[in-house]
């Protein structure tokens, strides 16, 4: 690979050099690089067959052979491969077995969740509530597809048109398969304690997530003290159990969620309430929480994450 195709980060490693309108690969033509990570780069691309933007994340230079960066884009690839959610972005084009291993997707136009939160703080209930809905049902299309994202956090939800669309599937696994142990996936402070112990995967892993990206999106400091809002606070603490048995489900916490959006922001028809999931109530267990399909009853509280 020519050298002159790369540029150093400020740790001294190898980044792509591409200049706006040369050829990456896939054929997609560079607009900017958006983002570095351990072992791949992303950059936003222009697409002259489709004539739309489009993301490019490929290998870093010193990353072409490596089996860890190949593995982790064909994790994304295996995500979003029969992904059916508009709240996943669509897989244009799989590039891994290429000398360059990379993959094109949707370019999902708007900002992170951590942007948008650092810029307004706590958002109002109604509107933490269609976050959490719409979060959770394109996570119940992962795990229908036997899969767990892993790296749910308000940096991995970008907010299309004021929607969110979970993106960055490079930590995806199937269910049940073990993590090494000392190595969990995901990211520490948004991780599930069990996915910290690196127990083998599970979709309560991902439950866990949600609820701690809505206690981001909902947490405001009163006099110093990290408060929720009390129409949501059984919600969040129900997804953030610390025993995955006693943590919410992805349809039981659709539903509470659901229940408390009011009838003029549901994004769906009003007949369509009947069909939401639904779950029967399961027994308290002694020093967990009961869950139900509605925790505002039936939750017992636990303390917050500080």
């Known amino acids: 690979m020519p050298i002159h195709k790369h540029d150093l980060d400020e740790d001294g490693e190898a980044v792509w050099r591409y200049q706006e309108g040369q050829s990456l690969p896939g054929g997609a033509l560079a607009v900017d690089r958006l983002g570095v990570g351990t072992r791949c780069e992303t950059w936003l691309a222009w697409s002259t067959d489709l004539w739309c933007p489009v993301i490019v994340k490929l290998a870093r230079p010193h990353q072409v052979t490596n089996q860890r960066a190949i593995r982790s884009l064909r994790r994304e690839v295996t995500a979003l491969t029969g992904a059916t959610h508009p709240a996943l972005p669509r897989l244009i084009a799989d590039g891994t077995a290429d000398a360059t291993p990379h ?3 949707e370019y999902v136009d708007g900002p992170a969740l951590d942007e948008e939160l650092e810029r307004v703080g706590p958002i109002p209930v109604t509107d933490a509530a269609l976050l959490g809905v719409q979060i959770l049902a ?8 036997g899969l767990v994202h892993l790296d749910l956090k308000p940096a991995n939800i ?6 969110p669309v979970v993106v960055d599937f490079g930590s995806t696994r199937r269910i049940g398969t073990p993590q090494p142990t000392g190595h969990p996936v995901g990211t520490a402070g948004y991780a599930a304690p069990e996915q910290e112990e690196c127990r083998p995967i599970s979709p309560t892993m991902d439950c866990y997530g949600v609820g701690s990206i809505l206690y981001e999106a909902l947490i405001d400091d009163i006099n110093g003290f990290p408060t929720l809002p009390l129409e949501l606070s059984p919600i969040v603490i129900g997804l953030l159990a610390t025993e995955p048995e ?7 916490a659709m539903l509470a969620l659901a229940r408390k959006i009011s009838a003029d922001r549901r994004p769906w028809p009003k007949w369509a309430d009947r069909h939401l999931p639904t779950h029967k109530p399961r027994p308290a267990r002694r020093g967990g929480l009961m869950t139900s399909p509605d925790p505002q009853e039936s ?7 500080g």
Do not use: S
Request: proline share 6%; glycine share 4%; aromatic share 0%.
């Open 158 to 163: 970008v907010l299309r048109d004021g929607r």
């Open 299 to 305: 939750l017992e509280r636990e303390p917050m994450r």
């Open 246 to 252: 006693h943590r919410l489900t992805v349809p039981q």
């Open 138 to 145: 394109a996570v119940a299309d992962l795990h229908r597809r």
């Open 103 to 105: 993959l094109l997707m």
